[in-house]
């Protein structure tokens, strides 16, 4: 069983960029679908990016071309590397680990998936 922690969250201006790491411990990333989610206030918990075994990406249309999900498996890391950040962008990030290998719809229910960090608080003012 796999046990996920987020970390590099903060308050950073519209138009700037923040990096996201998840540290896995107890199972290798590669072992799972990765996925980094959010949640804002008041709505529904929503799919940001995935990162399947194959090392194969999807993006959600809003972060399209702003956000960049990567995975070092010698850190046993997931990261989101977050730019040209908008405060429609603010919200609580949570990573997340899939299993079996195949990774769910990005836009289907979040509750699918199996593990699930504590989350790491983003802001972004204008």
């Known amino acids: 069983q796999v046990q996920l922690v987020e970390s590099g969250g903060g308050s950073v201006q519209s138009g700037g960029s923040l990096r996201l790491s998840c540290a896995a411990s107890?199972?290798?990333?590669?072992?799972?679908?990765m996925g980094w989610f959010r949640q804002a206030p008041g709505k529904e918990r929503e799919g940001v990016a995935t990162f399947n075994t194959n090392r194969i990406t999807t993006y959600a249309d809003s972060v399209k071309g702003r956000f960049t999900i990567s995975q070092d498996n010698a850190k046993n890391t997931l990261y989101l590397q977050m730019n040209s950040l908008k405060p429609e962008d603010t919200a609580m990030y949570y990573c997340?680990?899939?299993?079996?290998?195949?990774?769910?719809?990005?836009?289907?229910?979040?509750?699918?998936?199996?593990?699930w960090g504590q989350g790491t608080q983003v802001t972004v003012s204008s």
């Open positions: 997340a680990a899939y299993s079996p290998l195949i990774c769910p719809r990005l836009g289907g229910s979040w509750r699918l998936w199996n593990y």
């Open positions: 107890g199972d290798t990333l590669s072992s799972y679908c």
